[in-house]
């Protein structure tokens, strides 16, 4: 149960751990609500758009939507059952009232271009004041806007975006803000909805009743979407709490799916690893098209591959190959990195960064990834068309070429390129899941050039990326560092998980990276990564580590390492990149790499343990 400040709006820490967010959202867009109540993250009208509240990484100038009672409180957080509906319950001396935060799917035109995010204020018990406080800061607070109030609605308008806020009790100006303080009853409510307005999109009211009826309208579609799922395990709950946070992460006018919904949320407090995660990096996509074609949903996988087919062809003869790493969620290619100078970053971690450098890395692992997820969706979903086949055999024809370059790898290191196991491993899978396709379909190939190309790949791991003396395959060729990225050896069938090759790699990964089932993915001073700072745990390879051992017939170690893993979700079950030695979270948040894991290793323990 979290502490509010005694006046609601003040005299509160500056900021809020990550891990006191949750998520909601309308598949174009989200928005980071506290277990104070606050919004301190949104950006409109899309995933990469400028925010117009960011005061998780400024406190001053980000910008905020402020809704807590007007007392002393204490708060509880909790997702509507079954959907991505969220409940914030302030507990006062007088009564209980609640917020309920969601975005209503529209499928309109218009109506979806309204981004509508509604906080409708509830007193559940006795009677309870509330204040709200309504301060937006349009393109990270680098742009002024001005107030218009015209009636019962206060415009916030900017250059390039205008806001209309409507609410059912009177709103005031404050500067360029808007306040209200009002007090209910049991039973009674009041509505505050904020929507994008310009164009085709004029001001509308939200009264009680519209609420009501957006607010079930909502709760039916996720409940309605998540009556897909054919996960009946263990863990229903926590599966099935990250595949509607996958599916908040999906941008439904491309299918593109974002590998987070945040920029610059540190990895390490003060250090320089902040990063701007709203994009669609192929790597991370692809393993949600596994995810979530694991629990049976093949739309979303459908809507990926349409993605991939417009945006993600083989392309231009970059020197990063035909592949970029990562997309924007439009399907652009320009990610260009800078810092925004003007925000301290959250708790004091500058930099603030928006676009991602590494969108310019050579990652060889993307095609692995991308080939397997088109691999199982032609068996399990619909089978590809013959230009999407052309298409995979362009990719595999160029990793055929170029599987033996040294690459950035999968962590995405700015220390120089190496030839890491990962990427040979995963161009490896990328062979050899076009050669299953071929096979099975009799789609033509050139299968003995893949053939060879895959069994000289397979040699080479096993020379070169062995090493006698650790007993260990490791991060790169001919060398001593262990990396957690080789859990995926036999994830992708790889090698035999009971091979004594493999079991000694995995006691030399418990042994060296592993603390408490937590995993780290290197160790950064026997590894140099071009950055400074140390980092918490990797989620994603905790994971991985899980199903590592579910495969190696370690059964009952896997599930008390998971049972461990689910204890350092935050109170609503999300996950962000990395854990620190403190049990925090840290890094972007929620995480898409973290949550697909996760589904993977509860569907495959679930499996094992029968």
Request: proline share 5%.
């Amino acid at each position: 149960m979290a502490e509010v400040s005694k006046d609601g709006i003040s005299g509160g820490p500056r900021y809020l751990p990550t891990a006191e967010h949750g998520l909601i959202g309308d598949l174009r867009s989200v928005a980071l609500v506290g277990t104070d109540g606050t919004i301190d993250w949104y950006c409109c009208p899309a995933f990469d758009a400028p925010s117009v509240f960011a005061s998780i990484l400024d406190a001053e100038r980000g910008g905020s939507f402020r809704m807590s009672a007007a007392g002393p409180a204490k708060t509880k957080q909790f997702y509507f059952p079954d959907t991505n509906v969220l409940i914030t319950r302030f507990f006062t001396e007088d009564g209980v009232g609640e917020v309920q935060d969601f975005m209503p799917i529209r499928g309109e035109k218009v109506e979806a271009e309204r981004h509508r995010l509604i906080r409708r204020v509830v007193c559940v018990r006795g009677s309870v004041v509330f204040r709200t406080h309504v301060a937006p800061r349009f393109d990270f607070g680098a742009r002024p806007h001005t107030l218009r109030m015209d009636g019962a609605v206060a415009f916030f308008e900017s250059a390039q975006l205008s806001l209309a806020l409507t609410a059912t009790v009177p709103l005031e100006a404050d500067g360029l803000d808007a306040r209200a303080e009002f007090k209910l009853a049991e039973g009674e409510s009041a509505v505050f909805a904020l929507d994008q307005v310009g164009g085709e999109v004029a001001p509308r009211r939200c009264p009680r009743l519209e609420a009501e009826d957006q607010f079930e309208a909502t709760v039916a579609y996720w409940r309605k979407w998540l009556s897909q799922s054919k996960y009946r395990g263990r863990w229903r709950e926590m599966v099935h709490r990250s595949a509607l946070t996958l599916k908040l992460l999906t941008y439904a006018p491309t299918g593109a799916i974002v590998a987070a919904p945040t920029t610059s949320l540190p990895e390490q407090p003060g250090g320089e690893r902040n990063w701007d995660y709203r994009y669609v990096w192929v790597r991370d996509a692809a393993f949600c098209v596994y995810a979530l074609l694991r629990l049976g949903f093949t739309g979303e996988a459908e809507a990926f591959m349409n993605f991939v087919t417009r945006h993600i062809s083989p392309g231009d003869g970059r020197a990063s190959g035909p592949l970029q790493i990562m997309y924007g969620i439009d399907g652009r290619t320009d990610l260009t990195e800078h810092e925004l100078t003007h925000l301290e970053g959250h708790e004091g971690s500058a930099p603030v960064r928006v676009g991602n450098a590494a969108a310019e890395q050579l990652q060889l692992d993307i095609y692995g990834a991308l080939i397997d997820s088109i691999y199982l969706y032609d068996k399990w979903a619909r089978p590809v068309s013959s230009d999407q086949w052309d298409d995979v055999c362009a990719l595999v024809d160029w990793v055929c070429e170029h599987w033996d370059q040294p690459d950035e790898g999968i962590w995405e290191t700015r220390g120089g390129r190496k030839n890491f196991l990962y990427s040979r491993l995963m161009c490896w899978v990328a062979i050899e899941r076009a050669i299953r396709m071929a096979n099975r379909r009799g789609l033509p190939a050139d299968l003995p050039r893949w053939q060879e190309a895959r069994d000289t790949i397979y040699r080479r791991i096993h020379s070169r990326g062995w090493s006698e003396k650790r007993q260990a395959f490791t991060q790169y060729e001919d060398g001593e560092v262990l990396d957690a990225a080789v859990l995926m050896m036999p994830l992708t069938k790889f090698i035999a998980p009971t091979d004594p090759k493999w079991l000694s790699t995995l006691d030399a990964l418990t042994e060296e990276l592993v603390s408490d089932s937590l995993v780290y993915r290197y160790d950064p001073e026997a590894s140099p990564d071009g950055l400074r700072g140390d980092e918490g745990t990797f989620s994603i390879c905790s994971f991985w580590y899980v199903e590592a051992m579910v495969h190696a017939g370690r059964v009952d170690e896997a599930r008390l390492a998971f049972e461990k893993m689910l204890t350092y979700a935050n109170h609503l079950g999300l996950y962000a990149e990395e854990i620190s030695h403190t049990g925090e979270q840290q890094g972007n948040f929620p995480q898409a790499f973290t949550h697909l894991a996760l589904i993977s290793a509860a569907f495959n323990l679930d499996r094992a343990l029968g």
